[in-house]
């Protein structure tokens, strides 16, 4: 079954602890990004990749890092976690990086992450 | 840059009412167009899509059309069901995905 995971799919952690979410995908997708969504504001998006060792920031980068090591993963790491970074994260992979228009973005069920 | 604008939620109907969901757009391209899907404690999934102008995307029972002169896709279904209850997205890709803020909607019984 074609398919984005996420782990942890909950987290409750504290001010400062280094965390780091796992992405993988198994549809041999170049493109992978991350997301969070915050009321109101929707889906922002927080860095993307291409391919293997090709990242770029998105719209909201700071705070966080990611690496693409191998094609099917893409953790997002939080090295120094703060309040304001307690969100829904997802992580996305599709079979283009630009122009995905004849294809679809593929979404893992989501991280609730909170930072006290 | 790009943006999405959708109607702003909470949408409470009953079963088998008329569904709108108003989005615009800002592009400096010629995006494709989607509306994405979000039911509760599951990530998005894609309900249906246009990728050029007058393109009409349909999927369980949900139209849009993509209309260029007027920037817009607005979602519509024209008997909601109780299992519509979910949050909808509207976005565009013009070299990455841009979301609009989601717009939750209910259908009461």
């Known amino acids: 079954e074609a398919q984005v995971t996420q782990n942890p799919r909950y987290l409750i952690t504290v001010t400062g602890k280094k965390l780091t979410v796992t992405c993988s995908q198994n549809?041999?997708?170049?493109?992978m990004s991350w997301y969070r969504q915050d009321p109101g504001l929707g889906l922002r998006q927080i860095y993307y990749s291409m391919n293997v060792e090709v990242t770029d920031k998105g719209d909201v980068p700071e705070g966080y890092k990611v690496s693409r090591k191998e094609k099917r993963n893409f953790p997002l790491i939080l090295e120094s976690p703060s309040p304001n970074q307690t969100s829904l994260y997802f992580c996305?992979?599709?079979?283009?990086?630009?122009?995905?228009?004849?294809?679809?973005?593929?979404f893992g069920q989501g991280t609730r992450l909170t930072v006290v | 840059g790009n943006s999405v604008t959708q109607m702003e939620g909470p949408v409470t109907l009953s079963e088998e009412a008329f569904l709108t969901i108003n989005c615009t757009y800002t592009?400096?391209?010629?995006?494709?167009l989607f509306w994405y899907v979000q039911y509760p404690g599951e990530g998005l999934q894609l309900l249906l899509k246009?990728?050029?102008?007058?393109d009409k995307g349909s999927n369980k029972g949900f139209e849009a059309t993509y209309r260029k002169e007027t920037t817009s896709f607005h979602l519509e279904k024209g008997s909601v069901q109780v299992s519509d209850s979910a949050v909808y997205f509207c976005a565009l890709d013009d070299y990455k995905l841009s979301f609009g803020a989601g717009t939750t909607v209910t259908v009461r019984a």
């Open positions: 996305a992979s599709s079979p283009l990086g630009m122009r995905t228009g004849n294809t679809e973005a593929f």
């Open positions: 592009a400096t391209g010629y995006p494709s």
């Open positions: 549809m041999n997708h170049e493109y």
């Open positions: 246009a990728t050029k102008a007058d």
